[in-house]
């Protein structure tokens, strides 16, 4: 099989507007039922439930049963990653616009991809963490420095620990809105889960913003700034 045939398969599930808008929903790392899922896509129960299945099918999202309920997510980093970049792209080639990415300064300024930090705040992030040699950038791949563990651990996050897991431990995210990348990976999500526990931030309700309390904001700027 050749390999643009499993691109054409790929495109052909992203490519319907419905379902486009619900893949789009679950970007903000929450669950979400079908009758959600149908309000995000424009869509009715059954035709949501049907396109649902397609993208479970695909690979896409993946399903936990749940009382009553089946609730959808993004079947993982890689999806979200492919989705950001999709985005990216779409924005930079389609309708001209002022600004790329999303128009909703809040969103611009920080919000959740997938589980880890997006828009200007987490590009500032990467942004600080390459240029003191905290993770160094190895043409696609992004690594941990040595120096880095200490840096990550004084933020109270467990290294060793996400090194056990499966996923990788870091990796260069493209910012659908900045254009650059921001950090995902196992500890991506651990600073975006870090910066919720200390109070810095919240998750506002519905949306994929990420909002920082003026003390919050002050305490993550000198984190970047130092």
């Known amino acids: 099989m050749r390999a643009g045939t499993d691109l054409a398969r790929m495109a052909s599930l992203v490519g319907d507007p419905a379902r486009a808008n619900m893949l789009a929903a679950l970007m903000g790392g929450t669950a979400l039922t079908a009758s959600e899922l149908a309000l995000e896509g424009g869509v009715t129960l059954p035709t ?14 993946k399903v936990t049963p749940q009382g009553r309920h089946r609730y959808y997510r993004l079947a993982g980093q890689e999806v979200a990653a492919m989705l950001e970049s999709i985005m990216g792209v779409a ?120 909002a920082f309390t003026p003390p919050g904001r002050r305490a993550f700027l000198k984190l970047v700034e130092t």
């Open 91 to 210: 924005a930079t080639l389609g309708p001209r616009k002022v600004l790329p990415g999303p128009r909703d300064t809040a969103l611009r300024r920080a919000r959740v991809c997938y589980d880890h930090l997006a828009g200007e705040t987490g590009v500032a992030l990467y942004d600080r963490l390459v240029a003191g040699g905290i993770v160094a950038e190895d043409g696609d791949a992004v690594r941990l420095n040595g120096d880095g563990r200490g840096w990550f651990a004084a933020l109270g996050i467990d290294v060793d620990g996400l090194s056990r897991s499966r996923r990788p431990l870091c990796r260069a995210c493209l910012d659908w809105s900045a254009r650059r990348s921001h950090l995902g990976g196992a500890l991506g999500a651990a600073v975006l889960q870090r910066i919720f526990a200390k109070g810095w931030a919240r998750r506002e309700t519905g949306t994929r913003v990420v």
């Open 48 to 61: 949501a439930s049907a396109h649902l299945a397609r993208l479970t099918e695909g690979g896409l999202t």
